[in-house]
């Protein structure tokens, strides 16, 4: 069975551009989450979506939004980006919370 | 707001000893933990969960216990070796959503 599969894998942006990361679950799991992962910070849950519908919000600011299509792959998208966005970004899918949440190898963005 | 808090970034173990990683978390809604490892480049992978119902889940080398009246989780590694030298991150669940801890890193000593 494929893993979870995040593209691209490194991203160099300039400072008030936008970027979108894509995600594509494990197959047969509808639940996608998204992280942040700074240094010192941990994994910084982003938002949860089921069914195309988003059921969690962590506490980020606007610029940063999600979707969910009827296949269950993902979007994130940042907007007028910050030095401070620089960080790995992380996707999980899962079949549910007492299953565990499998994690592709993530995006690496820079803002320059 | 961190609900789930590992305090110790980093661990050092000689090879063959037991490595015992800690974790911290406030909400008492948490009805289920998880345990994963993450290498470089790589993204997390799970290893070890625990129901809010038990207090011990074993898996060959690695047992977490839970301690609720603590608010407590640990990890067991017994015996280390150096292929576990990773970050490892607890979570916790409460509902739909994951809380993970900022992580522990993890070097074993040959």
């Known amino acids: 069975k494929a893993g979870v599969t995040q593209t691209p894998r490194y991203l160099i942006k300039t400072r008030g551009q936008q970027v979108t990361l894509s995600c594509s679950p494990i197959?047969?799991?509808?639940?996608v989450s998204w992280y942040q992962q700074t240094p010192g910070q941990g994994l910084q849950f982003l938002f949860e979506?089921?069914?195309?519908?988003?059921?969690n919000k962590g506490n980020f600011p606007g610029r940063f939004s999600g979707r969910q299509f009827s296949n269950s792959r993902s979007e994130m998208n940042v907007s007028t980006l910050e030095l401070g966005d620089s960080a790995l970004y992380l996707c999980?899918?899962?079949?549910?919370?007492?299953?565990?949440?499998?994690f592709g190898q993530g995006t690496r963005l820079t803002v320059v | 707001d961190q609900q789930v808090k590992q305090n110790s970034p980093s661990l050092s173990v000689q090879e063959g000893r037991i490595s015992i990683l800690n974790c911290d978390y406030t909400?008492?809604?948490?009805?289920?933990f998880l345990w994963y490892k993450k290498y470089p480049a790589e993204g997390p992978t799970f290893l070890i969960s625990i129901s809010s119902i038990k207090d011990k889940n074993e898996d060959g080398r690695f047992t977490v216990f839970l301690n609720k009246s603590a608010k407590h989780l640990s990890l067991h590694i017994v015996p280390s070796q150096p292929g576990d030298s990773a970050v490892y991150f607890c979570a916790a669940s409460a509902g739909n959503q994951f809380y993970f801890g900022t992580g522990t890193s993890l070097t074993v000593i040959p």
């Open positions: 999980a899918s899962s079949l549910g919370p007492r299953e565990g949440a499998f």
């Open positions: 197959s047969g799991h509808r639940s």
């Open positions: 909400n008492s809604m948490f009805d289920y």
């Open positions: 979506y089921f069914s195309e519908t988003q059921r």
